[in-house]
């Protein structure tokens, strides 16, 4: 399939599993070829490469902190040494963890905004250094921005903060020909939501009008869109992959 990805280098944080996974079999089945980082389950990112060298694809497999300014920027010289170019970011990499306002502590919030935005912020200046016209990056946020609920404030404060960043970086990287934008992703069937109860899952599924929770797929065809030529006029956006859970 050609969908303008052919020659193309990918970078996908956290594509070991769920989400990251998805986008990384995704890009490369439209020609790309892509970095999986990770930064515990080598097992599962090589199975994730597995398949997509079995698919024909190329794939280069980084373990990388995104926290750890020092491990990203070395993964970005490893794309330098084995691609020589970089043409799309997904910052997909990101935790979660519910704590009610009275548990929140400073370890919390570090642990939180040092991945799911610092990590953000520093794969974007590696990135924006080698992107060129054309260049994507595509961040990975949440409808918890828009609709939350109890002991998501940490998260959902990340995942807002990285969205008006990307606005931000939108106009500063758009005279590059460069376009900065957001997926926000209702609930999806992953490790991160595995733990979740039976009713909260059904709560969810109620109150989206397409009565059902997500799949890793769902977000990837959005990501996949936003990587391609055709959103060439899209930047600075952020696009919902929810089932319409939160509407815009
Ligand atoms: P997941 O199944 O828990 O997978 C998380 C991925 O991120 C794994 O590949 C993990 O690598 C990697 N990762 C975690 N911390 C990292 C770090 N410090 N450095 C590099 N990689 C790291 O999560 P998911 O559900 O696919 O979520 C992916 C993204 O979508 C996250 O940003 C999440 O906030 C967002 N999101 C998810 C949902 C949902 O319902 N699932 C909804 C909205 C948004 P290892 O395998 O090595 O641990």
């Known amino acids: 399939m050609n969908n303008g990805l052919e020659g193309k280098v990918a970078v996908v944080t956290g594509a ?10 995704k890009l490369a089945a439209q ?18 490469a597995a398949d997509i060298q079995r698919a024909g694809g190329e794939v280069l ?26 043409d799309i970011l997904v910052n997909n990499a990101g935790i979660l963890e519910f704590r009610p306002l009275e548990a929140i502590d400073r370890a919390h919030y570090q642990r939180i905004m040092e991945i799911n935005l610092w990590g953000v912020v ?23 921005t828009r609709s939350t609920f109890p002991a998501l404030g940490m998260y959902a404060a990340s ?15 758009g005279p590059r020909g460069i376009t900065v934008n957001n997926v926000f992703a209702g609930m999806v069937e992953t490790d991160m939501t595995a733990g ?37 006029w899209v930047t600075g956006q952020s696009i919902g992959a929810t089932g319409g859970v939160v509407m815009s």
């Open 16 to 25: 070991s599993r769920g989400i990251g996974a998805s986008i990384a079999r």
């Open 196 to 232: 979740s109860s039976p009713e909260g899952v059904q709560a969810f599924v109620q109150a989206t009008p397409l009565r059902r929770t997500g799949q890793p797929e769902d977000v990837a065809d959005v990501v996949a869109f936003l990587a391609s030529e055709n959103s060439r």
């Open 31 to 48: 020609g790309a070829k892509v970095v999986i980082n990770y930064t515990r389950n080598e097992e599962a990112a090589r199975q994730v």
């Open 122 to 144: 520093t794969a974007s200046q590696q990135a924006a250094r080698r992107l060129g016209q054309g260049g994507r990056i595509i961040n990975i946020t949440s409808a918890s």
């Open 61 to 86: 497999i980084e373990r990388a902190d995104v926290a750890d300014e020092a491990q990203v920027k070395q993964l970005f010289e490893r794309v330098d040494a084995r691609f020589g170019r970089l």
């Open 159 to 173: 995942k807002g903060a990285v969205e008006a960043f990307a606005r931000t970086l939108a106009t500063e990287l």
